[in-house]
């Protein structure tokens, strides 16, 4: 199966969440998870980092870490995503060496084109629609899509309000992978393992 979601945690993680964690990841369709916690004391921060690292690690799962560079080396994650305030990316590149960097662009080509001088690893761009996860995330016009795929020649992560109505459209523009979140943790009609199975 074409692993195509980047899927990113929830808020806030419960007891429950590891159990439904390894249920989604065996699904098969995850290439990323990214933990991505902002209100959280370091300590705690890295202990649950540790326990999904072990889940992701069984299911193969490359584990990013939100924001915090610093924790990738700690946690034996696989990289870092960084937004446009989160720090130097240089810095964050030089600690990370041969690990991932993502970068943030928003709905900017020229924040993708300074991503791409920055070694990053992949882009992402969004947020497309309204999101619970980000909810005053800045919005992004999906024609941009159109001249990132001939601009950039980096993997294009999409993120901002992606389910499984719109997501396919998103891939035919270029988009190699879609992150989601909202619709798998905070899904009134469907138990993460059965909203995972949408995305293929």
């Not at 369709?29 to 069984?58: E, G, H, M, S």
């Not at 989160?86 to 020229?110: Q, V, Y």
Request: net charge positive; glycine share 6%; hydrophobic share 40%.
């Amino acid at each position: 199966m074409k692993k195509l979601v980047y899927l990113i945690s929830p808020n806030e993680i419960k007891k429950q969440f590891y159990e439904d964690l390894n249920k989604v990841l065996s699904y098969g369709n995850v290439k990323f998870f990214q933990l991505r916690l902002k209100k959280i004391k370091k300590n705690n921060l890295l202990r649950i980092a540790k326990k999904i690292r072990k889940i992701t690690y069984k299911h193969k799962v490359k584990l990013i870490i939100n924001d915090n560079y610093n924790l990738v080396s700690k946690t034996k994650a696989d990289g870092c995503h960084m937004g446009q305030l989160d720090g130097s990316f240089k810095t964050a590149k030089k600690k990370l060496k041969n690990k991932i960097l993502g970068i943030t662009c928003h709905g900017s080509i020229e924040l993708a084109k300074e991503a791409v001088k920055q070694k990053a690893s992949y882009v992402a761009f969004g947020s497309f629609f309204k999101s619970k996860l980000k909810p005053g995330a800045k919005k992004a016009d999906q024609k941009i899509m159109l001249e990132v795929k001939k601009k950039i020649k980096l993997p294009i992560v999409v993120i901002g309000g992606i389910n499984n109505f719109n997501y396919k459209k998103f891939i035919k523009l270029g988009a190699k992978y879609i992150a989601i979140s909202s619709f798998i943790w905070d899904n009134p009609k469907l138990k993460p393992e059965i909203a995972i199975k949408k995305f293929k």
